[in-house]
């Protein structure tokens, strides 16, 4: 696990930009997995200007999304005015997983036969879930329809005019899906953040902390500005923990 330290949000975005770009770069038709919530926002807002200044071309890329509440469309609305309309990516190649359950295993199949996600970008919740793959989910985990955590929905009531109105229920990828990808970006910022970090990063791997499992997968890298890592910084000065390999900038 590679853990970068970023000072502040734009850095730690800038960083994740240059990594999807040079993804893109080395495989012009790559199968990229994307997160939504206001973490990636800077990302995609980067990554629409490496478009329009011509440095980046997604016409052969194809997208999976995460995750998506039930009977809504936000997700899809919050893709389209953050990333997709407006760089060059084909609509007929981005794609979110479905609410019928009837079409889940082509979803997956679908997922498969692209050759699987080669990056995937991923959010943090603050109690630990990735997608909506909340705490308890199983790490064998597939496509499915979850219902959500009272502090989910209280976190993401900042989302909806009428907080009254967040469904309950929402469909994600699974956490064995997640795995699957060959590569992972985990992004965090602020300070609301560290505790989680801190948590799923150096905590036991447990199904109570989703997002520990990446613990385990080959190639992850933890992108965090310097205020989502206070725990960790704290943490490093007393004992060397963190992997060689780390990168602090
Ligand atoms: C949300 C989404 C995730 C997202 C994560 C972090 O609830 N389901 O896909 O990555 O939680 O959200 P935010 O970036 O808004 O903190």
Redesign the pocket.
């Known amino acids: 696990m590679n853990i970068i330290i970023k000072k502040n949000y734009r850095e730690m975005s800038k960083k994740a930009a240059e990594e999807v770009a040079q993804a893109i770069q080395n495989k012009p038709n790559l199968i990229l997995g994307l ?6 926002i800077e990302l995609y807002k980067i990554l629409v200007e490496k478009s329009q200044k011509g440095e980046l071309d997604f016409s052969q890329v194809t997208t999976f999304n ?2 998506e509440y039930v009977g809504t469309q936000i997700y899809h609305s919050f893709m389209r005015e953050h990333l997709f309309s407006k760089i060059n990516i084909k609509k007929e190649n981005t794609f979110f997983p479905p609410e019928d359950p009837a079409k889940t295993e082509i979803f997956e199949q679908l997922i498969q036969d692209k050759g699987g996600i080669d990056l995937q970008i ?4 603050l109690n630990g ?1 990735i ?2 793959n909340e705490p308890g989910s199983s790490f064998e985990s597939r496509t499915r329809i979850v219902n959500l955590t009272q502090t ?1 929905l209280s ?2 009531a900042k989302f909806f005019s009428d907080p009254s109105h967040i469904p309950g229920q ?1 469909v994600t990828l699974g956490i064995a899906d997640i795995m699957e990808a060959k590569k992972i970006l985990l992004l965090a910022s602020g300070k609301e953040k560290s505790q989680i970090v801190s948590k799923a990063l150096k905590g036991p791997v447990t199904e109570e902390i989703p997002a520990s499992i990446l613990q385990k997968h080959p190639d992850v890298t933890v992108l965090l500005d310097q205020e989502a890592a206070k725990l960790l910084e704290k943490e490093s000065e007393l004992s060397a923990w963190i992997d060689p390999s780390t990168i602090i900038n």
């Open positions: 997160a939504s919530g206001s973490t990636v995460l995750d991923l959010g943090l919740g879930h997608a909506f989910t976190d993401n929402a």
